[in-house]
């Protein structure tokens, strides 16, 4: 146990369907990043928090998905009208800044789009 | 970031060294290696990073060439829960620190 908690564990939804998931990361870092690892990949980056800015997302993070963190403690991903694409892991991490490159990751959430 | 190259798939004995090899020749000066392991339905775990000079903590160690285009991560007595997928990522510090992760090294440690 990193101290990185993510809920739910496992969301099996429809395709068409709004899914949410949440990320609380270790109280004291200030860094949270969100990552998605399809099956035999490395993970991806989708984007980070310093505190509650978002200060970068990547490309692939599409129009449907949006990610927030309102005090710079937990965050959420919202996925928007769900695709059988967007079946994956879906990570979260933190770390403090200044040490960024070691970053505690969550179990993460698993999403299966039928 | 550096683009770094892993060989799919090693196997290594229970207590032996395994030796686990990257390349990443297209490294720049101020780009760190850092070094990340996948146990099966887990999270990633930091292990190890370098620059230039090699690296000990009390996971593994961590040798890079001296024109830093490869390094090798060792975990000197490899366990069966050592039994993962070692990811090799070169980086900057000072930015977002984001991770580019490839498809890594699928570590197989045998009894």
Same mark, same amino acid.
């Not at chain 1, 949410?20 to 989708?46: A, K, M, V």
């Not at chain 2, 990340?36 to 090699?54: A, F, V």
């Given at each position: 146990?990193?101290?990185?908690?993510?809920?739910?564990?496992?969301?099996?939804?429809?395709?068409? &369907?709004?899914?949410?998931? *949440?990320?609380?990361?270790?109280?004291?870092?200030?860094?949270?990043?969100?990552?998605? &690892?399809?099956?035999?990949?490395?993970?991806?980056?989708?984007?980070?928090?310093?505190?509650?800015? &978002?200060?970068?997302?990547?490309?692939?993070?599409?129009?449907?998905?949006?990610?927030?963190?309102?005090?710079?403690?937990?965050?959420?991903?919202?996925?928007? *009208?769900?695709?059988?694409?967007?079946?994956?892991?879906?990570?979260?991490?933190?770390?403090?800044?200044?040490?960024?490159?070691? &970053?505690?990751?969550?179990?993460?959430?698993?999403?299966?789009?039928? | 970031?550096?683009?770094?190259?892993?060989?799919?798939?090693?196997?290594?004995?229970?207590?032996?060294?395994?030796?686990?090899?990257?390349?990443?020749?297209?490294?720049?000066?101020?780009?760190?290696?850092?070094?990340?392991? %996948?146990?099966?339905? %887990?999270?990633?775990?930091?292990?190890?990073?370098?620059?230039?000079?090699?690296?000990?903590?009390?996971?593994?160690?961590?040798?890079?060439?001296?024109?830093?285009?490869?390094?090798?991560?060792?975990?000197?007595?490899?366990?069966?829960?050592?039994?993962?997928?070692?990811?090799?990522?070169?980086?900057? %510090?000072?930015?977002?620190?984001?991770?580019?992760?490839?498809?890594?090294?699928?570590?197989?440690?045998?009894?």
């Amino acid at each position: 146990d990193t101290g990185v908690s993510q809920d739910p564990r496992h969301k099996i939804t429809k395709r068409g &369907q709004n899914v949410t998931f *949440r990320c609380d990361p270790i109280s004291e870092h200030n860094r949270l990043y969100w990552y998605r &690892q399809t099956l035999g990949q490395g993970p991806e980056f989708l984007t980070y928090f310093q505190n509650e800015a &978002q200060l970068e997302k990547s490309r692939l993070l599409s129009d449907r998905f949006s990610a927030e963190r309102p005090k710079g403690s937990f965050s959420t991903l919202e996925i928007q *009208r769900t695709e059988q694409g967007d079946s994956a892991m879906y990570l979260c991490a933190s770390s403090p800044t200044g040490i960024s490159y070691e &970053q505690y990751f969550g179990p993460g959430t698993r999403l299966t789009v039928t | 970031d550096a683009k770094t190259t892993q060989p799919p798939s090693m196997d290594c004995a229970e207590g032996r060294a395994a030796n686990l090899p990257c390349n990443h020749s297209t490294i720049s000066g101020n780009e760190y290696v850092y070094w990340y392991r %996948q146990i099966h339905s %887990q999270g990633p775990q930091y292990i190890i990073h370098g620059l230039k000079n090699n690296e000990t903590n009390e996971m593994a160690s961590l040798i890079i060439t001296e024109d830093r285009k490869s390094s090798t991560l060792i975990l000197p007595h490899a366990t069966l829960r050592d039994t993962a997928v070692y990811y090799c990522i070169g980086g900057t %510090q000072g930015g977002s620190e984001k991770l580019v992760f490839g498809k890594g090294t699928k570590l197989t440690v045998n009894p």
